[in-house]
Each structure stands twice: as C-alpha cells, then as structure tokens.
C-alpha cells in the first residue's frame, strides 16, 4: 500500500529545514528529501563564518546554526531522507510521484520546493593528480579554521568568497597568498580593501600550474605559479590550498512535461509571496522562488518557508485558518513547553 504525505519538501537547507518545522506546527504529514549526505544547504560551506542578519538573534556560526535549524525541523518528527536525489515529479491522479536516483517513488499530496540554487559542487582544479589531495591539503572549502594556523597558505581565486577566506585566515596563518588568473579581482572593494589591510598578498594573471607532493606522496608541498603576462613561474614551499573558483550547478529536478512552471533567468520558479506556483499542488519557499520584492536574506527565507505552509495547508484544507496560531497560544506547544519550563527550573534551584 502507498504510503501519502500531505507535503514533501525537496531540499533541506534553511528553506527546507524550516518549512518541515512550520508543516509540522500545522499538523501536516511531513517528508523532506535531501540529495547531499548532510542537511544544511549552502551554509554547510561556511560552518566557521558568523551569521549576524536573523532578527533577534546573536551571532552565530554557521555550523551551530545548521544544527539548531536540524533540531528545530525535527520538532515534530517528519520523515527526512538524506543523499536521495530527486529526478522526476509526476501527477497521477489525486497525487504526485516523486521519482529519485535511487530508482524508489514516493507519494505526496503537494510538493513543496526548496532547493535553493540547485545541487552545487565546487569547480575542482583541473591540474593531473590534483584529486588524491583533497583528503589532505587541497581544500574546496574552509570546514576549520584551526587546521590553519601557523601555516603557509595559498588561495586561487579572486571572488569574494576566496577574499573572505584569506581575511579569516589571516590572522591565525604564517602567510596567505592570493593567486587570480585575472587582471583585476572580481569580489567587492571593500572585501579587497579589508585584504590587504590584512596583510594578505594578491597575485593577479597568476595561475597554479603543478602540484609537487612530499616525499611520502600523501599532501602538497610545493606549488608552481605563473604570470600569463611575464610568462614567469615560480615555486614555493606551501602547507595548505585552498581553491575558490565558484560551484557548477545541477538542476536537481524535472517536470512531466504538463507541469511545467515558468522561469525566471532559465532557473528561479516564478511564483507569489504565498509560496504558490502556476501549478496546483506545487508550492516553493527560499532562493528557488522568484517574485516581486524577493528577500534573498536567511530571514526572507523563513517567511517564504511559512507562507508556502500557509498554502499547503489551506490548498489541502479549504476551511483551515491561512496563517499558524502563534506559538505563545499553540496547542502543539503546551506540553513543550512545560517541559522546558521545569528543566530551567531544575537548573536554577
């Protein structure tokens, strides 16, 4: 027998994460489907940079507020996949058929999309034999800060996420070197600015041509550069690299042909504040959904994630009331919160 969901999210980053807690608060039989190993989304590549622009909330790593956001959406326990890449979505008859990569298909009422900018890998150094480095010291990403203190560090790249990494490093590393292909940097003035004030050292027209590896052939130790204007190379002892040349994106999903939404710049579904799209039954919520005074912020997220639950909601329950009863009146909180009440008590006698 089938087992139906009322809603299935498909994605779970913020948007996601959050729309499965809002779906839960409004009493909805939940799946989230995620294609990465991890929940979290975008902010999983900067687990060590501070969030500062969610209303009424202090600074907070990137890290420990993916799993605050984790733990809040399993509130009401949803049934969530991980590493289960969504292909194919279809209608039949009162349901969708949610097709994935693994060969399975899985029910639901509604779709709710939330896949932000799509699946993203990183756009990997095309040098030979530069992949049995990634275990070591060649790095897409920046997961630690603490792995790169004291050390000599080289970062190819010229776009704002490369500069950030260089500001944040350092302070904690022996030396941080820029390397960009390009005559002028690409990220913001005020980021190049704060780079070199940093201390930082920018090599523009400048590439990686070679990866030499230590004697016991596991990590880098040496990296050749060259100048595409002076055609001069150099080569220098190195501990870590890190590369920052921007993500390819893989649309994570497609339509039967009769589904189809429109697209805003060939990607971004059209759609309303609401989270509704042109097709019945398929509501959207975060970057994936393109209308007319779009927040892209973290905390423009949260209201897309609640107003496309609003629309599930009263899509599936005509009479219900549009928004959620706020949380300070919920039902589906007092024993939540009683709970929490006489912890804190506990704790302070």
Not at 166 to 173: H, N
Request: charged content about 20%.
């Amino acid at each position: 027998m089938q087992d139906v969901y009322d809603v299935t999210i498909i994605g779970g980053g913020p948007a996601g994460l959050y729309s499965a807690f809002y779906s839960g608060l409004r009493g909805l039989k939940t799946k989230l489907i995620e294609s990465q190993d991890q929940l979290g989304g975008k902010v999983l590549l900067y687990p060590e940079k501070l969030i500062w622009d969610i209303g009424g909330h202090p600074p907070i790593l990137g890290e420990q507020f993916v799993k605050q956001l984790i733990a809040q959406a399993k509130t009401f326990d949803p049934t969530i996949l991980t590493g289960t890449k969504v292909d194919y979505i279809e209608r039949q008859e009162d349901n969708f058929v949610i097709h994935t990569a693994l060969g399975d298909k899985h029910y639901s009422k509604t779709i709710l999309l939330a896949v932000g900018g799509g699946i993203i890998n990183p756009q990997k150094l095309t040098l030979e034999g530069a992949e049995k480095y990634e275990m070591t010291n060649l790095h897409y990403t920046v997961q630690s800060y603490q792995r790169f203190v004291d050390k000599e560090i080289i970062i190819s790249g010229g776009g704002n996420a490369a500069l950030d990494w260089a500001v944040e490093l350092s302070p904690i590393a022996k030396n941080v070197t820029i390397v960009y292909r390009k005559e002028t940097l690409s990220a913001h003035e005020a980021t190049i600015k704060e780079a070199l004030a940093a201390g930082v050292q920018i090599e523009c027209n400048t590439t990686i041509t070679k990866l030499s590896a230590n004697t016991d052939k596991t990590a880098i130790q040496l990296v050749t550069c060259e100048n595409s204007k002076t055609k001069q190379s150099y080569t220098r002892q190195i501990d870590e690299v890190i590369v920052s040349h921007g993500y390819n994106r893989e649309a994570s999903l497609t339509f039967e042909e009769s589904m189809t939404i429109p697209k805003k710049d060939n990607y971004y579904y059209e759609g309303k504040a609401t989270g509704e799209t042109t097709q019945p039954g398929i509501f959207a919520a975060g970057d994936i959904l393109s209308f007319e005074g779009k927040i892209h912020l973290l905390l423009g997220t949260f209201q897309d994630a609640a107003n496309a639950v609003n629309s599930v909601k009263t899509y599936l329950e005509p009479t219900a009331y549009r928004n959620a009863v706020v949380s300070s009146h919920n039902e589906m909180f007092k024993e939540k919160n009683r709970s929490i009440i006489e912890k804190q008590l506990v704790h302070s006698n």
